[in-house]
């Protein structure tokens, strides 16, 4: 029985709905297009070039989804410091190199500022001062300090003023300044520490009075400690000089050690590689699933730094081919999480994998649902398909075992609970008042839609949801022949798979504009006849039939969709076409990739090579980090690749998307306990040389040039 909720009563009266995840609205002020965010697990600083945060912008400091500071500006005699240089170093830390404007007594650049940063076991800051001046100089250091306790959701649209409920104090218990916050049995806490007591408070303001002879220095750090939480890594700890140089001991640099290390030929690929191993390990997160600790991608900085469904499947599945441990961590955490019951307000149901979870006060207090949320129709069948391909790549069959029967469950909501009218196709219309409308990686309101414009009635049944349930089909039957001794549930889902085969091809196919298939079926059953993207999600999938494949490849590669940067997500052709559409005619990495492995596996390696190639070369342009997703516009018109102006970075499933590129080119893939090469690496790369590959337990090395190449077993 559905447990029906009532919606809580609006907690931001006068504004509008804190965006969800696809809703892409306007945010409060930007950070400037120079920001900089040091982050580790679910915890991020974003700020100005400065290393300030204004109030009122998107910055802050962010734990566990509760903005715990809204306000941190440093002045020097109540001016803003002029910006030399500010660069991360590493994921968790900053430098800002600052001087002083023009001030009385205070020559320009006479002073240097020079602000450290990095997230670990708390918020830790370093201020520093160095006099250049001649003579001793006297000024006023402050630091505006503000807590709005906004949840993240409210970040990205508009925050409710809690001003009334923060109990603020003044150097009580240690702490320079304190605020807590407190309304409907949530609470949360920020103390900033201060090593160097301020020579006054004023309102939230830390005011030093500074002496500083010819050459001198002052210095002063600052804490924000932070409490656990879901997602929290195991931290870097040190003095924080010794923390930015690296002379402390660093989980994350100790995890990609020991990942896969890939040289090339070519340096941008090496790089591009070199830079997806260091943002994979930023974005982890930590989960205990009784009693074992395991890691698993969030989806990406600064609004998804937490689990979810479709993105961690798809990183951990790009991301095989580097080792087995994120993968092993999503499908332990999300078996964990996985649906019980029938929940209208959570879109919960019996055997259903997650969407996302959320623990700010929204979430905490009821009026968002996100306890998790469940509002996805394709990670259930995704959870299938990683459980299949980590098998295919470790052997592990005790953890298949250890899994049947959140597998079985799985398998049951498809059959019974995805396929909304017993029609085999899985469907989706959100039953919640906060849910999302759309449950298709194309998340957005209006991701789905007909080529004049027109918005589907629900439930929807998308194409590539369809392509997903048919592989996880097949590959639950290999399970169920294997690991699972279970040769009956094998028959019966291998026919299962041959009905959508046939069914799907009969009613998704259309034959006008060069034939492609359709993005969905409508309430209606009507054919929604844009052309888009997820025609590559088919050919992954493996649902296309091979008569049928050319033409899909040509549809995807014609320049009314491959933008010479990669392949937009909806045609140029179609009436919605915006090259800064979310899902209406972007570029993004992650769905390239998808379509490249797609390309590869029905033998259109150049096709693949050529979205491998293009999307290197945007991620040399982005400090050799690929972007969720790029503006549409044709790379012959701008030359150079335009960002999408609010794009995640790093994103998880765009990290992972070299990785995945990387495979489709040199055509690895496990078999029968072993690993196997089918090389086509184009020119431009030269030769390509793995390590540490991990596989069945071992350790494997390989080469490949052109169309040949090896691979071995690695010396102990």
Not at 98 to 111: A, K, Q, R, V, Y
Not at 221 to 244: F, N, T
Not at 310 to 339: C, E, F, N, S, W
Not at 345 to 365: A, K, Y
Request: proline share 7%; glycine share 10%.
């Amino acid at each position: 029985m559905a447990v029906a909720r009532p919606t809580p009563a609006d907690p931001t009266p006068g504004l509008a709905a804190a965006a969800g995840p696809g809703d892409q609205r306007a945010v409060p002020p930007e950070l400037g297009p120079e920001s900089l965010a040091v982050l580790s697990g679910p915890t991020f600083m974003y700020s100005d070039p400065a290393g300030d945060v204004p109030p009122g912008s998107i910055g802050g400091l962010v734990h566990l989804d509760t903005r715990l500071v809204s306000g941190w500006v440093l002045t020097v005699d109540g001016h803003r410091f002029p910006v030399l240089r500010s660069e991360t170093l590493d994921h968790y830390s900053a430098q800002f190199m600052l001087t002083n404007p023009e001030l009385p007594g205070l020559p320009p650049d006479s002073l240097t500022a020079r602000r450290l940063r990095y997230v670990g076991d708390g918020f830790h800051e370093r201020i520093e001062f160095v006099s250049f001046c001649t003579e001793p100089v006297r000024f006023e250091v402050r630091l505006a300090v503000a807590a709005d306790f906004a949840d993240l959701f409210e970040v990205k649209s508009g925050v409710r003023d809690r001003s009334a409920d923060i109990v603020r104090g003044h150097g009580a218990g240690g702490a320079a300044l304190s605020f807590r916050y407190e309304r409907d049995g949530f609470t949360a806490t920020t103390e900033l520490r201060s090593s160097v007591p301020p020579d006054r408070i004023e309102g939230d303001d830390l005011v030093w009075q500074v002496e500083l002879d010819p050459r001198a220095d002052w210095k002063v750090d600052l804490v924000v400690p932070l409490a656990p939480g879901l997602g929290v890594v195991e931290p870097v700890r040190g003095d924080i000089a010794e923390v930015v140089h690296r002379r402390a001991d660093d989980p994350l640099r100790r995890w990609t050690e020991s990942r896969a290390l890939l040289h090339s030929d070519n340096p941008v690929l090496e790089r591009v590689a070199r830079k997806t191993r260091y943002d994979l390990a930023a974005l982890r997160l930590e989960l205990e699933v009784k009693g074992q600790r395991v890691m698993l991608p969030g989806a990406g900085l600064p609004w998804f730094l937490t689990v979810f469904g479709r993105d961690t499947l798809i990183t951990a599945y790009q991301t095989l081919v580097a080792g087995p441990g994120l993968a092993q961590g999503a499908l332990l955490a999300l078996a964990r999480l996985q649906g019980t019951r029938c929940d209208d307000f959570t879109d919960e149901e019996p055997g259903r994998i997650l969407h996302e979870v959320r623990s700010g006060e929204l979430t905490r207090t009821g009026t968002k649902p996100y306890t998790p949320y469940y509002g996805t129709a394709d990670a259930t069948q995704l959870w299938l398909i990683l459980l299949s391909e980590y098998w295919r790549w470790s052997g592990d069959d005790e953890l298949v075992r250890r899994l049947r029967e959140h597998a079985l469950a799985a398998l049951h909501w498809v059959d019974a609970y995805g396929d909304r009218d017993g029609d085999g196709y899985v469907e989706y219309a959100t039953r919640s008042p906060e849910g999302l409308g759309n449950q298709c990686w194309r998340d957005s309101p209006d991701g789905v839609c007909f080529s004049d414009g027109r918005i589907p009635v629900l439930p929807i049944a998308t194409s590539e949801i369809q392509g997903y349930t048919y592989d996880a089909k097949l590959r639950l039957a290999e399970l169920a022949d294997g690991p699972l001794a279970d040769a009956p549930l094998a028959a019966r889902l291998r026919a299962d798979a041959v009905r959508l085969y046939e069914r799907f091809n009969r009613d998704f196919w259309l034959d006008e504009r060069g034939g492609f298939y359709a993005v969905g079926l409508d309430g209606d059953k009507t054919p929604i006849d844009s052309k888009t993207s997820n025609m590559g999600h088919l050919l992954w999938s493996g649902i296309v039939p091979p008569e049928r494949a050319e033409a899909v490849v040509r549809q995807l590669m014609h320049e009314d969709m491959f933008t010479g940067w990669g392949i937009r997500t909806l045609s140029r052709e179609d009436r919605p076409y915006n090259a800064l559409g979310y899902h209406l005619g972007t570029v993004w990495p992650h769905d390239n990739s998808i379509a490249a492995l797609g390309m590869a596996r029905y033998g259109y390696r150049a096709e693949a090579n050529r979205i491998a190639l293009a999307l290197l070369d945007v991620a040399e342009q982005f400090g050799y980090r690929l972007p969720e997703a790029l503006s549409g516009y044709a790379r012959d018109r701008t030359m150079f690749a335009v960002p999408y102006p609010t794009a995640c970075s790093p994103q998880a499933w765009a990290a992972g998307a070299p990785l995945a590129l990387i495979r489709a080119m040199l055509g690895l893939n496990p078999v029968d306990g072993r690993l196997e090469l089918d090389p086509d690496v184009p020119p431009e790369l030269g030769r390509v040389t793995a390590e540490r590959v991990r596989a069945f337990g071992r350790r494997w090395d390989l080469e490949a040039v052109a169309r040949t190449g090896y691979v071995r077993l690695a010396p102990d």
